[in-house]
């Protein structure tokens, strides 16, 4: 089945307890982002990657760091987590072959920053 | 800069009535509009895109939209609302030349009554 899947899918941590989610597509999909929702805020993006090796920031990249160094994952850290990044992150994926495309988005990491 | 705008954070409809969700964008150049529904406890789905062409979409579960460049908007419509369309849904703006970033709106809350 196609899709992009997310672990963990529920988080709690401390404050400055360095954190990593996992991003996993099985499509073969080129490209690859990272969003926070947030409550009346909807969804901001925090960074994107066009293929391997190649990442640009979103809207909201402070805090928070992430690699692609194989097609199929695109982990976002969090190397000092603070209260302010509690939120509902989604990964998502499409396939690259011309912007703008469609969005396959993974079913969320709920996290809760103490 | 680019913006997406809902301006109603709820609409409510009884089943079997006409549905609107409103979205109004600013964009410079050529807008590419999408509207993604999020069920509870889901990642986001993809229901219709304007890329160009007829300025009425058609997409999936009989969802449309309009997109209308002189007012801006791309308001999401149904004619017949039913219950299992309650859910919460986003409207998102890029632009060809701007590769990878997508803005979202802050999402309204659809409520069908039964």
């Known amino acids: 089945e196609a899709q992009v899947t997310q672990n963990p899918r529920y988080l709690i941590t401390v404050t400055g307890k360095k954190l990593t989610v996992t991003c996993s597509q099985n499509?073969?999909?080129?490209?690859m982002s990272w969003y926070r929702q947030d409550p009346g805020l909807g969804l901001r993006q925090i960074y994107y990657?066009?293929?391997?090796?190649?990442?640009d920031k979103g809207d909201v990249p402070e805090g928070y760091k992430v690699s692609r160094k194989e097609k199929r994952n695109f982990p976002l850290i969090l190397e000092s987590p603070s209260p302010n990044q509690t939120s509902l992150y989604f990964c998502?994926?499409?396939?690259?072959?011309?912007?703008?495309?469609?969005?396959?988005f993974g079913p969320g990491t709920r996290l809760l920053v103490l | 800069a680019q913006s997406v705008a809902q301006p109603e954070d709820q609409v409510n409809v009884a089943e079997g009535n006409p549905l609107t969700v409103k979205c109004t964008y600013s964009?410079?150049?050529?807008?590419?509009l999408f509207w993604y529904v999020q069920y509870p406890n889901r990642g986001l789905q993809f229901l219709l895109k304007?890329?160009?062409?007829?300025?009425l979409v058609k997409g999936s579960y009989g969802f449309e939209a309009e997109f209308n460049k002189s007012q801006t908007s791309f308001h999401l419509k149904k004619p017949s609302a039913l219950v299992s369309d309650s859910a919460l849904y986003f409207c998102?703006?890029?632009?060809?030349?701007?590769?990878?970033?997508?803005?979202f709106g802050r999402g309204t809350q659809l409520t069908v009554w039964p």
């Open positions: 998502a994926s499409s396939s690259g072959t011309g912007w703008p495309e469609t969005q396959y």
């Open positions: 499509m073969n999909h080129e490209y």
């Open positions: 990657s066009m293929n391997v090796e190649v990442t």
């Open positions: 964009v410079s150049g050529n807008p590419y």
């Open positions: 304007y890329i160009t062409g007829d300025n």
């Open positions: 998102a703006v890029t632009r060809g030349s701007t590769l990878g970033r997508l803005y």
